[in-house]
């Protein structure tokens, strides 16, 4: 049974209670809606999301460790449901995904900044140099620009020991969905979108919990 949350972590969990309505009405305003407001299920589901997440967090990580995994965790799930909507990553949210890694690395020393710092260049680069070739080889567009963003910011909190690990993960989790598609009778066709941004997001908080695969 995991310890009772400290001083710390309960600010967290109210944190997350407190944010969840603020986290749904941007996911409904920031892709420019005409809605005022989010409804009041989509509130619902972002209030119990947020402090479940924490919760989650801080059982893998008790004390600081889970609280700077609850503030990981609810920029993803913005990210990923905005990328689920709207096949929209946006850059407002990225760059400061990867800048608060960066920044919850600095207390642990200059290694771990390095290795954040390379994690999010390596993971920039790697999906950036990806869709460049698909869309010189294709002609077409393969990956959303996005994406190498949201993998930078993966790899600022995970390191660039972690990237092989989200990639593992964000594929497992992308064959996993088209799987599930065809089972209900919806595959996907070759030009049809998928939110990969989604997967990428699973795969960085898993990696962030749990570490890389095999370390």
């Known amino acids: 049974m995991p310890p009772a ?14 944010l969840g309505p603020v986290l749904a009405a941007l996911s409904v305003r920031l892709p420019g809606g005409t809605e005022a407001s989010p409804g009041p299920g989509r ?5 119990l999301a947020c402090p479940a997440l924490a919760a989650w967090s801080l059982a893998a990580h008790p004390g600081a460790g889970g609280v700077l995994g609850a503030l990981l965790a609810w920029q993803l799930l913005l990210l990923a449901v905005l ?28 290694e771990a900044l390095q290795a954040r710092a390379i994690g999010a260049a390596a993971g920039f680069a790697a999906l950036g140099l990806l869709a460049l070739g698909y869309r010189r080889l294709r002609g077409r567009e393969g990956l959303g620009g996005g994406d190498a963003y949201l993998l930078a910011g993966g790899g600022a909190w995970a390191g660039w020991t972690g990237l092989p690990t989200i ?16 089972v209900v009778g919806r595959r996907p066709s070759g030009a049809q979108p998928l939110p990969f941004g989604v997967a990428l997001a699973a795969g960085a908080w898993l990696t962030f919990l749990y570490g890389p695969l095999g370390g």
Request: net charge negative; aromatic share 6%.
């Open 5 to 18: 949350p400290g001083p710390l972590g309960w600010a967290a969990l109210a944190l997350g209670v407190a």
């Open 83 to 110: 990328d689920a909507e709207h096949f929209w990553l946006p850059r407002l949210l990225t760059v400061p995904l990867a800048v608060t890694g960066l920044l919850a690395a600095a207390p642990l020393g200059p």
């Open 167 to 182: 990639l593992v993960i964000s594929a497992a989790a992308g064959l996993a969905a088209v799987a599930a598609l065809a």
């Open 43 to 47: 509130i619902a589901l972002f209030t």
